[in-house]
């Protein structure tokens, strides 16, 4: 079980649900486990950000351009990642359909 950060209590039963799907399980668990890292750093960067914006230091302005050309960056990342995360997840799905063969 992945525990879901900022949700105590709520969990994603992810590895359950790759065993119950046998040989495609561990992509799966993989694909998942992929994602929640990629959005848990994109969230602390995210509460980064906030607090810059929220307590801006003396001659910050700088400091915070290069922050949200990152922020930037990193969103695109984060994109680019749930995307490939949803083909890959829409291709095993289709591999563990009954009667698919792929």
Known sequence: MLDRPGNPGQ??????????????????VRIVTKLTRDLERFD????????????PTAGGSDTLT????????EAANMVTSVQEALKQLRE?????KPGSRG
Request: glycine share 12%; proline share 0%.
């Open 11 to 28: 969990t994603v039963e992810v590895v359950q649900i790759g065993r119950d799907l046998g040989s495609g399980g561990g992509d799966l």
């Open 66 to 73: 290069r922050q949200s050309e990152r922020l930037s960056q």
């Open 92 to 96: 095993l799905s289709q591999a563990t």
């Open 44 to 55: 602390a960067l995210l509460l980064r950000h906030r607090k810059m914006l929220e307590h």
